[in-house]
């Protein structure tokens, strides 16, 4: 027989280990707020949809659905595909479950795996974890605004300093005649375009304006903006959206690179960044979204259903986080660590166990553990503040050994009276100075 192999995460996907839960804890109970405070309903999906859902919405000519997508056939010869994003599944159970017959808008929310076949790198994962919030019923640019808040409260909350990259893509109406002077003016200047520009020339010129390759930097800083070429309902759009943002103090850029990479949407787009300029970049970008009026007709809804929604990406959250040094909650620290010696002593520790737990303290154990010096190394290692130990003398005795793990100090205490002493013991710990004397809290 051959060596066994040793397995590994599959390329680009990533173990969430005990050590990191922490953050995912931390950011899935903000947005579970924030959810709760703009009154957002959360929704779950299933981790795969039809790949035609996301070739009609996403669009054949994005990146994404071009080489990004996880697409199989299954066993019923069904085509199939690992959920790139969550907008297109959201809105597909939008018309599939009537939702348009509640009162609208609609606020749903939700937070997940993604995934997509891309070049992992720092920040850049095959299998990544997104927020995502939508609002589904309202053309009004008031919730546009509202979206943006709220994709900017949530890099706030966090603890950093983040700016909002605002544009404006047009409409179906007013985009044509823009994309029509876009390509003169790239017509023109195509032989200084990069490679991969020269090929979406052809497919998707507007995507051009978000490249990064070098040589295309000149051509798109001088190239026409959509914001100068908007219809009067697309422009009185932008500006009541850019008043809201002023009224709620959310700062914002005026960016006319920011066209995002998908076909479905129109109007307000934008994209959450780093306040620092070196810090900016696509790479950075901790999240993105935009208005997508035509997307519910689009893949079979009522016509005039306008929505609007945002994006973020959770590991990339998580990196700034690292990156700043910034404090999130820890887990609580642990009280008790109950240790036992001797067969009848272990049985008697379950049953405490039970009562400990129960009357509220955080407690942990070493059942399974033998010798004494075993278990109080254990609970060294947790960071108890106090060992109960329990052996066949005390089990004799009715008693109980308290053991305070920093001083060392070790006390027998009456059986019966373990929580309150635990209790009077715990607060001890937890005791304040007041006029540089120590004084215990009632
Ligand atoms: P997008 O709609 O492509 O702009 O994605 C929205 C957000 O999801 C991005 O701003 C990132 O924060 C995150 N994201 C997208 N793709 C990846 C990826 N491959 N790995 C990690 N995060 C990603």
Redesign the pocket.
């Known amino acids: 027989m051959g060596k066994t192999k040793n397995f590994q995460t599959v390329k680009?996907m990533k173990d969430i280990l005990p050590d990191e839960q922490k953050y995912w804890k931390y950011i899935y109970g903000l947005v579970d707020n924030l959810a709760r405070e703009y009154g957002f309903s959360r929704i779950d999906l299933p981790l795969v949809e039809d790949t035609s859902l996301y070739s009609r919405s996403v669009g054949t000519s994005s990146e994404?659905v071009e080489k990004?997508m996880y697409s199989f056939t299954d066993k019923g010869d069904s085509n199939i595909s690992m959920r790139p994003?969550f907008t297109a599944g959201i809105v597909r159970s939008y018309i599939e479950h009537g939702m348009l017959d509640k009162p609208q808008p609609l606020k749903l929310y939700t937070t997940g795996p993604?995934f997509?076949y891309?070049r992992?790198q720092s920040?850049?994962?095959?299998q990544?974890?997104?927020i995502n919030f939508e609002i589904i019923g309202e053309a009004d640019p008031i919730t546009d605004a509202q979206i943006i808040q709220i994709a900017f409260k949530i890099n706030q909350l966090v603890g950093l300093d983040v700016v909002m990259q605002v544009n404006s893509i047009g409409c179906k109406d007013c985009r044509p005649d823009y994309e029509k002077v876009l390509k003169d003016y790239l017509k023109k200047h195509r032989s200084k375009l990069s490679e991969i520009s020269k090929k979406r020339f052809i497919k998707n010129p507007l995507r051009i304006l978000d490249s990064k390759e070098k040589e295309d930097q000149e051509v798109i800083d001088n190239a026409p903006q959509q914001v100068d070429h908007l219809c009067d309902g697309c422009k009185n759009h932008f500006i009541q959206v850019l008043e809201y943002l002023d009224e709620i103090e959310v700062p914002y850029a005026l960016n006319p690179r920011i066209v995002?990479?998908?076909d479905y949407y129109s109007r307000t787009t934008f994209?959450?960044t780093p306040a620092s300029d070196e810090e900016q970049g696509r790479q950075s970008?901790?999240?993105?979204?935009g208005r997508y009026d035509d997307l519910v007709e689009l893949i079979g809804g009522r016509p005039d259903t306008p929505a609007v929604g945002?994006?973020?990406?959770?590991?990339?959250?998580i990196l700034q986080i690292k990156s700043k040094d910034l404090k999130v909650p820890s887990d609580p620290e642990v009280d008790v660590f109950l240790a036992q010696l001797g067969i009848e002593a272990r049985k008697k520790a379950l049953v405490l166990f039970e009562e400990l737990k129960d009357a509220g303290f955080n407690i942990r154990e070493g059942f399974s553990k033998k010798g004494l010096k075993n278990q109080l190394e254990l609970a060294d290692k947790l960071n108890a503040k106090l060992s109960l130990i329990l052996g066949q003398k005390e089990i004799l005795d009715g008693t109980i050994m308290v053991r305070d793990m920093e001083g060392g100090i070790q006390e027998v205490i009456d059986y019966k009276k373990i929580i309150p002493e635990l209790e009077k013991r715990l607060k001890k710990v937890e005791t304040i100075v007041v006029n540089d004397k120590i004084k215990e809290e009632k």
Not at 123 to 126: A, E, S
Not at 285 to 289: K, P, Q, T, V
Not at 310 to 317: N, P
């Open positions: 680009g994404i990004e994003e993604c997509r891309d992992p920040g850049r994962y095959r990544f974890h997104q995002r990479g998908l994209e959450i970008a901790l999240g993105g979204g945002f994006a973020s990406g959770i590991e990339r959250l």
